[in-house]
């Protein structure tokens, strides 16, 4: 299917970061945060997605990638963590308020092809009440994880280029 943009077979490259989270929540708002901070950097062939949540129209935009990075904050993460994610194997499920990167990879193959690549970068959070900024010790962390997907995406560069 379709999906509305050029191949990276034609010369795009196709990488998508999506931070998410709620960002009237202290910490919860790191993922937000760090797809900020990328999209400044202005990475050629990368786009940047900030968003509360993940929805199932995302699928549409995650079909077809070579690499996908869903960044999130985590208060089981004692340190910044990235980690390869594929498709829920037991196919789609409904996906409701409280989506998560494995189930929407598994409704990508409706609408088109499963990124090449997924990875969840989990940012360490420690206060999720109400507020607007990180906790000093998230936004440390938030800025390790800006620079672990800025090699991430450099690696992968460096390895289609070879």
Do not use: C
Not at 12 to 40: F, K
Not at 115 to 129: I, K
Not at 141 to 150: C, D, K, M, Q
């Amino acid at each position: 299917m379709q999906t509305g943009r050029p191949s990276a077979k034609y010369g795009v490259t196709d990488a998508l970061v999506i931070g998410y989270g709620n960002d009237l929540r202290t910490d919860d708002g790191a993922g937000r945060w760090v797809a900020t901070q990328v999209e400044a950097l202005e990475l050629p062939g990368v786009e940047v997605r900030s968003l509360s949540q993940l929805t199932p129209e995302l699928s549409l935009e995650v079909a077809g990638r070579g690499v996908v990075i869903f960044v999130d904050a985590s208060v089981d993460a004692s340190e910044v963590t990235v980690k390869r994610v594929d498709a829920e194997p037991s196919g789609p499920k409904t996906m409701t308020h409280h989506g998560d990167p494995a189930t929407l990879l598994s409704l990508v193959p409706t609408v088109g092809e499963l990124p090449a690549q997924a990875y969840v970068v989990s940012v360490p959070a420690t206060n999720l009440e109400m507020g607007l900024e990180l906790t000093a010790a998230t936004q440390v962390a938030a800025s390790e994880a800006v620079a672990r997907i800025v090699e991430l995406l450099a690696e992968r560069g460096t390895e289609e280029g070879s």
